[in-house]
């Protein structure tokens, strides 16, 4: 396949990204073919397993994942989601091991809310992604989006708030990451309940 990355390698990590969709889908995060998830498998040079495009969230197996490398073009394997260059981007500027991109009711409800920015404070829930649960306020940045991922990934990287593991980009969705699938797991639940609570709060 790769110096790197061996065939085996890229499809135990398929499996856990099967794994993760199947969870996200299962909370309608990622309907029909919506979404992708990413996980590093090097760092020089930058690999990542990504989602294969097309495919049903639900049900992914671990071959449905495709090898990109740090401008998310496909290395190994068939089409990656057209997102990829994105998860990159994010995985090069905030050290993540893991990307996810859900489209969630909340996250598009409240980005068209607060286009300048999510703010929280005094939740128990913020100690999730790392902060204090009082006396702190947290911004969630909204970004507009942009079909071209270069774009999107300046305006991600200009926004970003690093007391922060996500970005909400209106009208389209969530991009939450972590040190790993499993932080990233979390910090995906934490991050969407805070919306939801905001949006039923409203």
Request: proline residues 4%.
């Amino acid at each position: 396949m790769t110096a790197c990355i061996s065939a085996r390698e890229l499809e135990e990590a398929g499996a856990v990204l099967a794994a993760e969709s199947a969870r996200f889908a299962s909370f309608g995060w990622m309907r029909g073919t919506s979404g992708n998830l990413s996980m590093v498998l090097s760092r020089a040079p930058l690999r990542l397993a990504v989602t294969a495009s097309g495919h049903d969230k639900g049900e992914l197996t671990p071959r449905d994942v495709v090898l990109v490398d740090g401008q998310g073009a496909a290395v190994h394997g068939g089409r990656p989601s057209a997102e990829a260059e994105l998860h990159a981007r994010v995985a090069a500027l905030t050290g993540a091991g893991a990307v996810v991109h859900v489209h969630t009711v909340a996250s598009v409800a409240m980005g068209r809310r607060e286009p300048g920015g999510i703010v929280f404070r005094d939740l128990e829930m913020l100690k999730g992604v790392g902060q204090p649960a009082h006396d702190v306020e947290v911004t969630l940045p909204v970004i507009a989006n942009s079909q071209d991922m270069s774009e999107l990934g300046d305006r991600l990287e200009a926004a970003r708030n690093p007391g922060m593991p996500a970005v909400v980009v209106a009208g389209h969705g969530l991009y939450v990451w972590g040190a790993d699938p499993r932080q990233a797991r979390h910090h995906t639940e934490v991050v969407e309940w805070l919306l939801e609570l905001e949006l039923f709060r409203r």
